[in-house]
């Protein structure tokens, strides 16, 4: 199998970082999407991994022109992996406004900005892999959680529709086969 080329948002730290190191142990290249790039892991630093900025509050635009780059770093991205985000703990009765709309930023309106600036090129090189990893709060919400599970029950829907919008250009999985 010819080695791929993984983009993953939140690439410094927990899953991400598994995930990346995973692909580069299976000899794939990965694009590794951080905040601060100065405060990589150094196992990230290596010709198979490019390690560039990226922020979860960036416009559209602000995303669309990182894709550019991170299109040009290997000239294509074969897996895009929307894993930034972060849990907002607390009641619902006690959450902000700006509290939650900054928590749906980061974990859903990010996620769509991304999945919007790289699905063109995908679908136009015919071929790719969106992975938007979610959690069980995606399917079962809990007592001061409520507002991260909201947005997990969204990456859910959004990912679900996805699919079935390109189910007609590309095999989809739910990984239970």
């Not at 694009?31 to 198979?48: E, M, Q, T, W």
């Not at 090129?121 to 892999?129: F, I, N, P, S, V």
């Not at 991260?148 to 989809?172: D, M, N, P, R």
Request: aromatic share 10%; hydrophobic share 45%; with cysteine.
């Amino acid at each position: 199998m010819a080695s791929r080329v993984w983009h993953i948002t939140g690439a410094n730290k927990g899953l991400g970082l598994e995930l990346a190191l995973k692909a580069l142990k299976e000899g794939d290249r990965v694009i590794a999407a951080v905040r601060s790039p100065d405060k990589a892991p150094s196992a990230l630093k290596n010709d198979n991994a490019k390690i560039l900025k990226f922020d979860l509050s960036w416009s559209q635009d602000g995303i669309n022109e990182y894709a550019k780059k991170a299109f040009d770093a290997f000239g294509t991205v074969d897996v895009l992996v929307n894993n930034a985000g972060y849990a907002y703990m607390g009641a619902i009765e006690e959450s902000e406004d700006a509290a939650v709309k900054e928590q749906f930023d980061a974990n859903v309106f990010a996620m769509l900005r991304v999945i919007r600036a790289f699905l063109p090129q995908m679908r136009d090189q015919g071929h790719g892999l969106i992975m938007n990893l979610s959690s069980v709060g995606g399917f079962s919400s809990f007592a001061t959680n409520g507002i991260y599970c909201a947005t997990k029950f969204a990456v859910e829907g959004i990912t679900q529709a996805l699919a079935s919008e390109y189910e007609a250009i590309w095999k989809s999985t739910d990984f239970k086969e």
